[in-house]
């Protein structure tokens, strides 16, 4: 049997990942600090033979014992109300973890897949976003955290790639959503549903004429399978081209939900990025995946997903208290 490490098992694309692989006949080893992941996204596993979980801080030593095949590197915070929260810790895992990923992968001679991300390409003048587009980030602005945490990984990876032979795989993944995104993480999807639901106003930040381009969770992960078991050691842009205005997307919200919601305009966060949009040639050609779940589908799935949370889920303002975590 195949034995995989999933790190940051317990958050949003993490948990999605460990079901995949264990449907797939693998032994999966979670690996989370649940700083900001939810043991509630795994809780399911816990009985499954195939599943054991590590509560550990990959930016401290790793050690898991026996073989392993593969390793996934998820762990990070993905949200900007968490990296903005905890900028050292996002500093952290994307340096020292990755860096103590590689040289665990290297020792037990495994394949390494890190989770990089659309935010290296920055505020983009290029559109779409190809994987060749170096960026246009600002390395000192409050975003600056995670874009540069993960512009790092790529490079000490592709290091380890060409000065040891280390078999990685680097997969760019855009804004994806589905079940178990946390509602108030300050993405757009979970804040729009969970403003619908609260019957709020909806917010919008800036004029609402900036872009994303969102990928069903389902697409992601099968995207990722297929790209750990490619042979193509270069960064793959994972996402769905099917770009849409914030605005645009704010109506689609109010007609799913049909609410009465009113939508009103708030300033724009320093470095937001205006447009956002994968090109998925790369993808297409090297390992024939491109997303199959429209977004209507996959809006329809997500709100189904939030309905069925608790009302105290529902109205909680804030998700943790960081304050022990920052050093």
């Known amino acids: ?14 948990s999605h990942l460990a079901d995949r692989f264990i449907a797939e006949g693998y032994h999966v080893v979670g690996m989370d600090n649940l700083i900001t992941g939810d043991l509630r996204n795994i809780e399911h596993l816990f009985q499954h033979p195939n599943f054991e979980f590590h509560h550990h801080d990959v930016s401290k030593f790793v050690f898991v014992p026996g073989n392993l095949d593969y390793i996934l590197h998820f762990a990070s915070p993905a949200s900007p109300i968490d990296y903005l929260k905890i900028p050292i810790q996002t500093l952290k895992v994307g340096s020292l973890g990755t860096h103590n990923l590689l040289g665990l992968a290297r020792v037990k001679n495994a394949r390494i897949l890190i989770a990089s991300t659309s935010e290296v390409y920055g505020d ?14 600002n390395t000192i602005g409050p975003r600056g955290v995670y874009d540069e945490a993960k512009r790092f990984q790529e490079s000490i990876t592709m290091a380890y790639h060409r000065f040891h032979g280390l078999e990685t795989r680097i997969v760019r ?6 079940p178990r995104m946390r509602l108030n993480d300050g993405r757009v999807i979970p804040a729009f549903i969970g403003q619908a639901l609260r019957g709020e106003d909806l917010t919008i930040f800036g004029n609402g004429l900036q872009t994303r381009s969102f990928c069903y ?10 790209l750990l078991h490619s042979d ?27 609410t009465e919601q009113k939508i009103v305009f708030k300033p724009l966060p320093e470095n937001d990025p205006l447009q956002r949009q994968p090109d998925i040639t790369r993808a297409k050609e090297l390992l024939g995946w491109e997303p199959k779940v ?17 009302k105290a ?4 303002q804030d998700h943790k208290d960081f304050s022990k975590y920052n050093h």
Do not use: C, W
Request: charged letters at 25%; a negative charge.
């Open 173 to 178: 993944i855009f804004n994806t959503y589905g």
């Open 217 to 226: 969770v389902d697409d992601q992960v099968e995207g990722i399978f297929r």
């Open 294 to 310: 429209s977004r209507e589908e996959g809006m329809k799935l997500t709100y189904d997903y939030f309905k069925s949370l608790s």
């Open 1 to 14: 049997m195949k034995k995989i490490l999933i790190t940051g098992a317990a958050g949003f694309l993490g």
């Open 313 to 316: 889920d529902l109205e909680k």
């Open 232 to 258: 193509y050691s270069l960064p793959v842009n994972i996402g769905n081209p099917d770009e849409i205005t914030i605005l645009d997307f704010a109506k689609e919200i109010i007609k799913l939900t049909r």
């Open 124 to 137: 983009p003048l290029v559109h779409p976003q190809t994987e060749d587009y170096y960026g246009n980030v």
